[in-house]
């Protein structure tokens, strides 16, 4: 029974990739790619919910990983395409890097158990040799450096590090090692691949290389709380951003010409249901609970044995990968990639959505990704009456946000401090929304007079950070928790929406995607 | 062998000593009091104990191992468990996921099992819920298991602190100021509460209490700490009678 539920929900998600596919291949060119930027954006928000939201660590730098992703899938495809056997030699090293480790482990799995003092000078002396070899070979030519440093840390670790160490260098080796041999294959054997096994490959190198950014970026800044791991975060998307743009090599500020293009929109959807699916199942199992807790409190989280670090890391570890897939996916999916793509904009829209989804809901960062990657696009598409478009006078748009101003306050006075039943507070929110437009007219008719502002034409498409930032701040008097606060998509909820609730069982699990 | 021990246990706040050698050791099955009065240290030493602070000088040994300076989630893997003063319960989860961190502690499947939602994870959540809602029936919450935990009344979620705690199935459970802000009433009904965790929970227990009634009537040894000194260690008929303790804590009966 389980597996047959199991089997059918994951049926229904691939379903309904398929079904998005087959409806966008009957849409205009722009339609299409509507529907592409929409299942990009589920992904990143959904993703950065799992840290912002789910784990309660402030990150606005999630652009910076879906750069990662973008360009390191981009630029193998591009070398690979370019010179097929070129990428063969990094393959080699990471091989040879998982040798040496798995070596290393066995090495101190037989190295003498109690370490005597003079055992470990000599590991310090041969430590500060490599060193010394290190900063020589800066200054001559010696062929074999690398090796003698390699030899000489090898030694020094040998002799020193604990017999605990290891297991766990030697894992670490073993799957270096094997990740190696895949890369390594994977070149030599490319050739033959589809095009679509390719970008699948390619997925898993952007997912895999922004995974490993998030662990370098999280590990030592994770330790910071609140503001502090904001600013390293948005550092952190600077930081790429820039350094990329002065690489010529990764295109520079022209940005990346990626070829050859593999458009499939369903891998796509495909990808962004994983991400819901993955970031669900963590919730639904106990497994989600630490996560949770250290969003509460961290303190009472660590007295329950909770490793704080570790959580968080790997919560941004998980966030990032998804985000470094997507990134590669709109690499191959648009064959163009330039650094304006991932700019701060770009994070604060990821953001944007979670906040309005409700941090911690899934479902809300679902429908506010949606929500927003289509916003723009109609407010772009709007027609004035000339058949050009849209363009609205200074005037009218500064009424409308007086309007608004109006509308939020006397709603968050109702809010606030009205106890009367749900048929007058209706009421009175539709009052206040009555008074808003009022207001709005007569604002309008007033500033009209000031020829500056009648005169100020604004396209509507412009507006859109504009819109964005009104939303956030009326979300924040009204409804600070987010569209959907913490609760998520069920059947349950929409039949209580009905007020048929009564008679359901409660917190009936979700039958949504389970892959 | 004592459970815990506490050897010349230091802590100072720069010019600050919080704390200044302390020594007392706990037997397995022990239910011993720490009183003092306010700004003693005792909440201090709760910290020192569970990693939260390291001690400046001194040991803290707990079944023969020194743990001082051990980070609080690897000393609540080795079987010490507390509740806090100031209550720190996860407030938006509910009563029942409030536990299930606690017994998460002692998981065994891995991270990939339950993103992949496989049958062992799911079995898994299960039984730890399963575990929690027994803990629950313990301190008398079961029928409120899924409220969320900050919508309880101020008793009750101290109560669930202590559920918590034990969920983590810690040989020594610590227990800062479990009765403050209780009526009597809830008062008597924490005794047997904590007297059934030592009895059939086969936990040591070690509190922090203000209420006299409550800690003589519960305690088997009971430490005085005064301004991070200790003034008296013994039984509570031994230490009621106390000339320091009654000077500096208890006061002269009227």
């Known amino acids: ?515 | 062998m004592s459970l815990l021990q506490l050897k010349d246990a230091t802590i100072k706040f720069g010019g600050l000593t919080a704390v200044n050698k302390v020594n007392f050791s706990l037997e397995k099955g022990d239910l011993f009091g720490l009183i003092g009065p306010n700004g003693a240290g005792k909440t201090t030493c709760f910290n020192m104990i569970t990693g939260v602070y390291e001690p400046t000088s001194g040991q803290i040994v707990f079944e023969d191992k020194d743990i001082s300076g051990t980070p609080s989630n690897k000393i609540a893997k080795k079987g010490i468990s507390r509740t806090f003063q100031n209550i720190r319960l996860f407030h938006d989860l509910s009563v029942l996921e409030n536990v299930v961190v606690g017994a998460f502690l002692r998981h065994k499947v891995n991270l990939l099992s339950a993103l992949a939602y496989l049958p062992p994870a799911i079995h898994e959540t299960e039984e730890l819920k399963e575990k929690a809602l027994a803990l629950l029936e313990v301190v008398d919450l079961r029928p409120l298991a899924n409220i969320r935990s900050a919508d309880l009344p101020y008793g009750s979620q101290r109560r669930l602190e202590i559920a918590r705690a034990m969920a983590t199935q810690p040989k020594l459970l610590l227990l800062d100021e479990p009765a403050a802000g209780m009526n009597p009433q809830e008062k008597l009904d924490l005794m047997s509460v904590v007297r059934k965790i030592r009895d059939e929970h086969d936990m040591t227990v070690l509190l922090i209490e203000h209420d006299m009634r409550f800690v003589m009537g519960l305690c088997e040894k009971i430490f005085v700490l005064d301004h991070g000194e200790q003034i008296a260690y013994g039984p509570p008929a031994e230490v009621r009678n106390d000339p320091k303790v009654i000077a500096a804590y208890l006061g002269e009966a009227v």
Not at chain 1, 29 to 36: E, G, K, S, T
């Open chain 1, 1 to 515: 029974m389980f597996w047959l539920k199991r089997l059918l929900s994951i049926a229904a998600g691939i379903g309904a990739c398929f079904l998005i596919d087959f409806v966008a291949h009957h849409q205009s060119d722009y339609a299409q790619r509507l529907i592409v930027l929409v299942g990009l954006y589920i992904t990143l928000a959904v993703s950065l919910n799992l840290i912002n939201g789910i784990t309660g660590q402030f990150s606005i730098g999630h652009a910076a990983f879906y750069q990662v992703g973008a360009y390191l899938a981009g630029f193998t495809t591009l070398t690979y395409f370019q010179n097929q056997k070129g990428m063969a030699g990094p393959g080699l090293v990471v091989f040879i890097g998982g040798v040496t480790l798995a070596c290393l482990g066995l090495a101190i799995r037989f190295s003498p158990e109690e370490k005597s003092d003079t055992l470990r000078f000599i590991a310090s002396c041969l430590a500060g040799l490599a060193g010394i070899v290190l900063i020589a070979s800066c200054f001559t030519n010696i062929p074999f450096e690398p090796y003698l440093i390699g030899a000489l840390l090898l030694g020094s670790v040998w002799l020193k590090a604990p017999r605990e160490v290891s297991r766990t260098t030697a894992v670490w080796g073993l799957a270096i090692l094997a990740a190696g041999a895949v890369f390594y294959a994977l070149f030599k054997f490319g050739p033959t691949l589809p095009p679509l096994a390719w970008l699948v490959v390619m997925m898993v190198v952007g997912g895999a290389g922004a995974a490993v950014a998030g662990l370098v970026v999280g590990l030592p800044s994770l330790r910071l709380r609140g503001d502090y791991l904001a600013i390293v975060t948005m550092g952190f998307g600077e930081i790429i951003r820039i350094e990329v743009q002065n690489r010529p090599e990764l295109g520079g500020a022209y940005g990346m010409n990626i070829s050859p293009k593999v458009q499939p929109i369903w891998l796509i959807w495909l990808l962004a249901v994983v991400c819901i699916a993955v970031c669900r199942n963590l919730v639904k199992t106990a497994h989600g609970l630490p996560f949770l807790s250290v969003r509460e409190d961290e303190v009472a989280s660590s007295a329950m044995g909770v490793n704080v670090t570790q959580v968080k890391v790997i919560a941004f570890v998980i966030g990032s990968m998804f985000a470094g897939a997507a990134g590669a996916m709109l690499a191959h999916y648009e064959g163009f990639i330039t650094g304006a793509t991932f700019a701060m904009d770009t994070s604060f829209i990821i953001l944007t959505m979670v906040v309005l989804g409700g941090t911690g809901s899934i479902t809300g960062s679902v429908v506010a990704a949606a929500l927003l990657s289509y916003l723009p696009e109609y407010l772009r598409g709007l027609k004035g009456p000339d058949g050009t478009a849209l363009s609205v006078s200074g005037a009218s748009v500064l009424a409308g946000l007086l309007g608004v101003v109006v509308a939020v306050a006397i709603i968050k006075r109702v809010l606030d401090h009205v106890h009367k039943p749900k048929p007058i507070k209706a009421a009175m929110y539709v009052g206040g929304l009555a008074a808003a437009v009022v207001a709005k007219l007569i604002f309008q008719f007033l500033l009209t007079k000031s020829a500056s502002l009648r005169d100020m034409h604004i396209e509507a498409g412009q507006l859109r950070m504009v819109v964005f930032a009104v939303t956030l701040i009326v979300l924040m008097l009204l409804r600070p928790q987010g569209m959907f606060g913490h609760h998520e998509f069920s059947w349950t909820w929409v039949m209580k929406l009905f007020g048929r609730g009564k008679n359901a069982p409660p917190s009936e699990p979700t039958p949504a995607v389970a892959a």
